[in-house]
C-alpha cells in the first residue's frame, strides 16, 4: 500500500483512458486538423528507423560476427559481446534524446 | 549417438530445452509488459508535449534490451543442442539454470521498467528536472536484468 500513497486519488486527463469521459469534443487544435496526415520531419523518422535498425542487427551481428573471428567459437565472450553492444544502442539513444532536447530548448530561445 | 546412462538420461536434452524456452518467454514477458506499461503513459504524455516523446522512449528501450538479454542466452544455449553430441544431466540442468536466472531476473527488471517508465513519463509532463532521476531508476532497474545475463553466462561456462 506504500506504493499507493504516492499516486494522488483525483484522476487527471491522462488517466482517462476512455474517450468517452472526456467531455464533448471541442474544436480541433489549428495544427491537428481531421483527416490531415501529422507534419513529422525527416530527420525524426531516420532517426527512429535507425535506432529500431541497430536495436534488431546491431547484437546478433555482433554476436555471430565476434564468435568466430574474434573468440574462436568462445560463445561466453561472444554473448557478452552482443550485451555490451546493446547497451551502447541505449546509451547512443539517451544522448541524442538528450542533445534533442537541447536543440529544442535553443530553437525555442530564438523564436522567443 | 551416445549410449543413455544414469549420467546422460534421456530427458536431459529436455531440461536443456526448457532453459532455452524460459530465457526467451519470460524475458519477453518482462519486456512486454514494460513496454506496454510505459507506452500506455507516452501515448498521454505525447498527446500534450509531442517534443517529450523522444525522451520518454528511453524506458521502451530499456524494454526492448530485456529481451534481447534473453535472446543472447537462448542462442547460447541452443548452440549447445545437438542430437549426435554426448549431452548430460549436468549440462541440462544447469542450462535450465541459465535460462531460468536470464529469464525471472528479466521479467523483473521489465516489470520494475514499466512500472517506472509509467510514472516517470506523466511526472516528467509537469516537471521536466524528473528526466535525470528517472533515467538513473530506469538503469537500476536494466541492471537487474543485466544480472540475470551475467550469472547466467558464467553458468553457461561450467560445460562438463
Given at each position: ?8 486519488t483525483?484522476?487527471?486527463v491522462l488517466?482517462k483512458?476512455d ?12 495544427d491537428?486538423l481531421?483527416g ?5 520531419s525527416?530527420s ?5 528507423l535507425a ?7 546491431a ?9 568466430n573471428?574474434?573468440?574462436n ?8 559481446t552482443a550485451a555490451?553492444?546493446?547497451n551502447i544502442?541505449?546509451?547512443?539513444y539517451v ?6 532536447d ?7 530561445k530564438k523564436?522567443? | 549417438?551416445?549410449?543413455i546412462?544414469?549420467w546422460?538420461?534421456v530427458?536431459a536434452?529436455?531440461?536443456?530445452f526448457?532453459?532455452?524456452?524460459a ?8 519486456a512486454?509488459?514494460g ?5 500506455i503513459?507516452?501515448?498521454g ?10 525522451k ?6 530499456m524494454?526492448?534490451?530485456?529481451a ?22 549436468f549440462a541440462g540442468?544447469?542450462?535450465?539454470a ?5 529469464g525471472l531476473?528479466?521479467?523483473a527488471?521489465?516489470y520494475?521498467i514499466?512500472t ?15 528526466f ?12 537487474l536484468?543485466?544480472?540475470g ?12
Amino acid at each position: 500500500m506504500t506504493s499507493r500513497r504516492i499516486v494522488s486519488t483525483e484522476k487527471t486527463v491522462l488517466d482517462k483512458d476512455d474517450m468517452s469521459s472526456r467531455g464533448p469534443p471541442g474544436p480541433a487544435p489549428p495544427d491537428i486538423l481531421p483527416g490531415s496526415i501529422p507534419q513529422i520531419s525527416k530527420s525524426v523518422i531516420s532517426k527512429l528507423l535507425a535506432y529500431t535498425i541497430a536495436m534488431i542487427v546491431a547484437p546478433l551481428s555482433a554476436y555471430y560476427l565476434t564468435l568466430n573471428h574474434i573468440y574462436n567459437g568462445n560463445n561466453t565472450f561472444a554473448g557478452a559481446t552482443a550485451a555490451v553492444v546493446a547497451n551502447i544502442v541505449l546509451i547512443a539513444y539517451v544522448i541524442e534524446a538528450l542533445r534533442e532536447d537541447d536543440a529544442d530548448n535553443k530553437e525555442g530561445k530564438k523564436n522567443r | 549417438m551416445s549410449e543413455i546412462t544414469e549420467w546422460q538420461p534421456v530427458y536431459a536434452p529436455f531440461l536443456g530445452f526448457s532453459g532455452i524456452a524460459a530465457a526467451m518467454i519470460f524475458s519477453s514477458v518482462g519486456a512486454a509488459y514494460g513496454t506496454a506499461k510505459a507506452g500506455i503513459s507516452i501515448a498521454g504524455v505525447g498527446t500534450f508535449k509531442p517534443e517529450l516523446i523522444m525522451k520518454s522512449l528511453i524506458s521502451v528501450i530499456m524494454a526492448g534490451i530485456i529481451a534481447v538479454y534473453g535472446l543472447v542466452i537462448a542462442v547460447l544455449i541452443a548452440g549447445d543442442m545437438s542430437p549426435e553430441k554426448e549431452y548430460t544431466l549436468f549440462a541440462g540442468i544447469m542450462h535450465l539454470a541459465a535460462g531460468l536466472s536470464v529469464g525471472l531476473a528479466g521479467a523483473a527488471a521489465g516489470y520494475a521498467i514499466g512500472t517506472v517508465g509509467n510514472a516517470g513519463a506523466r511526472a516528467f509532463l509537469q516537471q521536466p528536472k524528473v528526466f535525470v532521476g528517472k533515467v538513473l531508476i530506469l538503469i537500476f532497474a536494466e541492471v537487474l536484468g543485466l544480472y540475470g545475463l551475467i550469472v547466467a553466462l558464467i553458468l553457461n561456462t561450467r560445460k562438463a
